[in-house]
């Protein structure tokens, strides 16, 4: 079993900045892939952004392209989003996951655990 927890979320004005964490135990394994979704009220599940096992390779949704960055630290089993600029349609509950392999990719079924997730709202 692998437990993620999420933290760092908050309220922020538009165009500030937060920092969430994802710190990972039990079972974990540091070359596996790890990545960042959100789901916004009223709508679905929506990639973020993703970090191979290595910490080699990411990859951005478009709409965070630019101001998201991912990052991890193996030898803490903790993978980060470092958010800027952010905009009210940034507000949502953010999750991160681990994947089933090394590869970065955006669709769900490529991860096998979830965080409980972390609310990050922006006022406008």
């Known amino acids: 079993q692998v437990q993620l927890v999420e933290s760092g979320g908050g309220v922020v004005q538009a165009g500030g900045s937060l920092r969430l964490s994802c710190a990972a135990s039990g079972r974990t394994a540091s070359n596996t892939a790890m990545g960042w979704f959100r789901r916004a009220p009223g709508k679905e599940r929506e990639f973020v952004a993703s970090?191979?096992?290595?910490?080699?390779?990411?990859y951005y949704a478009d709409s965070v392209k630019g101001r998201f960055t991912i990052s991890r630290d193996n030898a803490k089993n903790t993978v980060y989003l470092q958010m800027n600029s952010l905009s009210p349609e940034d507000t949502a509950v953010y999750y991160c996951?681990?994947?089933?392999?090394?590869?970065?990719?955006?669709?769900?079924?490529?991860?096998?655990?979830w965080g409980q997730g972390t609310q990050v709202t922006v006022s406008s």
């Open positions: 970090i191979s096992g290595t910490g080699g390779f990411a």
């Open positions: 996951a681990k994947g089933r392999g090394g590869g970065a990719y955006s669709f769900p079924s490529a991860y096998d655990y």
